[in-house]
Every structure is written in C-alpha cells, then in structure tokens.
C-alpha cells in the first residue's frame, strides 16, 4: 500500500541533544511538509518542499533544519532540542503544491528529558 | 482573533446520533476545506474535502461549507464507538499550506 512512514514512532532525546527524525513515502508525491504537533493543539506547519524547492515558514525557529535528499525522504534535524520542543512530529505529503490534499504519517512523539 | 476557531470539546454523544462538528474562520481566502480524523497518538486521516460553499456527502458522513458565515460543519451520521477521535478542520487558499483548527475530541458512548 502506497503510504507516509515516519521513524521513529518515539523519540527521547536529552535537552541539547540533537536529533533527527525522517520520513519516507511511497506516494510519489512531490510536495513533503513538516508539523509540529502540540498536546491539545492545531498541527504548526514547520517547512514544506515542492520538490527541492525549500519553505521556511516565517516563524519556524532557527533550531528546526530540514533535509530533501530525494523525492521518498525528507529529515527533520533539531539542533538543540528544548523542553518547549516535546510534541508530535508529524510528516505529510501531497501530489503538488496546489493539491490539497495531504497524507500525514503517524507521526513521531518526541520527548525531551 | 485566532484565523480558524474549533471547540475542543470533549463531546459525548450516545451511540446512534447524529453528531454535528463545526469550525469558524476568519480568512475570506480559504477556498479548500478538509476535515481530518485523529485517533490518540496517531496521524490525522482525510476525511473530507470539499471546495468552495456547498455540500459533500460519503457514507455517513457530510461536510457543509457556508463561505458567506464563514463557517463549516461535518455530520457524522448513526454515530458509533469507533468514531471516537479528535476531528480537525483544516483549510487553504491555495498552494499556500494548510490552517488547522484546535480539533474537538468526540466520546461516542456505548
């Protein structure tokens, strides 16, 4: 079945600690994003990529990186992860920028100890 | 005030009603409008997605869209304990991302 894979499920991390978190898809899609998902709260997008193309939202912090190495992978970096970072990371995807439509993984829970 | 309102309920409902699900917004631009269903410590699930002011149908389900009240609704029909979840509204205006609602989270009762 064509899907969104995120690993891992869950991730515990020391503060200052760097992590990374990745997604794969099988859809063939060529736009892949980024949210970040707080307990109670609406998913934040983060970045998003038409492609290679990057998109930083205004507000995304200077800690959040991404990576696109190809269209199946996109990486979420955290350079210093702080307390205020402990949420759900989830990836999605869409066919194009101007599609709607996206598919989200299940999402990585970080915990930030 | 916040572009997309949604209340977070919880809602409680008895198995077999009809459950209304509703959302604000603020941004006379959103054209596209999505509900997605999230199970605890999962990744949402479309839904629905409609475009534009009108009515979609699939199943039990039904999404409304009033674009002059700014304003959406999902109906779930002959509710059951299996569609207890939190349910995101979510909307765009283009190839500009998604806004997200709050969710609200729904208890169907046996």
Known sequence: DAMVIQNPRYQVTQFGKPVTLSCSQTLNHNVMYWYQQKSSQAPKLLFHYYDKDFNNEADTPDNFQSRRPNTSFCFLDIRSPGLGDAAMYLCATSREAEDNEQFFGPGTRLTVL | ?110
């Open chain 2, 1 to 110: 005030q916040k572009e997309v309102e949604q209340d977070p309920g919880p809602l409680s409902v008895p198995e077999g009603a009809i459950v209304s699900l509703n959302c604000t917004y603020s941004n006379s631009a959103f054209q596209y409008f999505m509900w997605y269903r999230q199970y605890s410590r999962k990744g949402p699930e479309l839904l629905m997605y409609t475009y534009s002011s009108g009515n979609k149908e699939d199943g039990r389900f039904t999404a409304q869209v009033d674009k002059s009240s700014k304003y959406i609704s999902l109906f779930i029909r002959d509710s059951q304990p299996s569609d207890s979840a939190t349910y995101l509204c979510a909307m765009s205006g283009g190839a500009d991302g998604l806004t997200f609602g709050k969710g609200t989270h729904l208890i169907i009762q046996p």
